[in-house]
């Protein structure tokens, strides 16, 4: 299994507290997340760190800008005890034919929907992703997402700590094998209490986040 899963777009840390989360982050790596921006009506906000290629990291959490959002938060910020590794999305080559060919193997990531987010500069990026709410329960199987003309994250020239590894435990790993497959990915999987963590090179050496 490869280290890094094949077609990895980003993985989410999700947080109760951004601001926190982004100076423990900095503290350990020696990195400083940069402001990705709000996500419009939603309640949250990101800053985001490289992780080398087209790969980044998404620290996500409430957006103290923004009113209380009339749905829950996405990723369920709002009940989390504090930051946690929750999922990861994947971008691969034509969504909707990925969408068909995991169908067709047994897998359904759900429907498309649009989303967007105005970044500091003022340019609004757009995306389209499949329905989280679809997705495998536990977050290990990933989102699908596809930038279409917006600039992607990894352009604006973030500031990046080299990806050296993803891997997950679940208690049935063959059944998270599965719909990995389906969408032509997959994740260095053990068996335990659903978790996801990585391990990124930074200047202060190898750093894992749960």
């Known amino acids: ?5 094949p077609l990895l777009d980003h993985l989410v840390l999700a947080t109760p507290d951004l601001a926190a989360t982004v100076a423990d982050f900095a503290q350990r790596t020696g990195v400083m997340p940069v402001p990705g921006g709000a ?3 939603l309640g949250t906000r990101n ?3 490289g992780l080398g290629g087209r790969s980044y990291l998404e620290i996500l959490g409430p957006d ?3 009113p209380e959002p009339a749905e829950p938060r996405p990723f369920g910020v709002d009940q989390l005890a504090g930051p946690r590794t929750l999922t990861w999305a994947i971008s691969p080559p034509h969504l909707e034919s990925a969408i068909k060919t995991a169908r067709a193997r047994g897998y359904d990531p759900g ?3 649009p989303m967007s987010r105005r970044t500091p500069d003022g340019t609004v990026l757009r995306w389209r992703l499949t329905d989280g709410g679809h997705a495998h329960p536990s977050g290990l199987v990933p989102f699908l997402i596809d930038w279409g003309s917006s ?3 990894t352009s604006s020239g973030l500031p990046v700590t080299p990806l050296l590894e993803v891997s997950a435990t679940a208690p049935d790993p063959e059944e998270v094998h599965g719909p990995l497959a389906a969408l032509g990915t997959g994740l ?3 068996t335990g209490p659903v978790s ?3 391990t990124v090179n930074t200047p202060n050496g190898p750093v894992t986040f749960g």
């Open 47 to 49: 800053h985001l760190v």
């Open 64 to 66: 103290p800008e923004q």
């Open 196 to 198: 996801l963590s990585f």
């Open 111 to 113: 429907p498309v929907h």
């Open 188 to 190: 260095a999987l053990t």
């Open 1 to 5: 299994m490869n280290a890094v899963p």
């Open 151 to 153: 600039r992607h994250p």
């Open 39 to 41: 996500h419009p009506d």
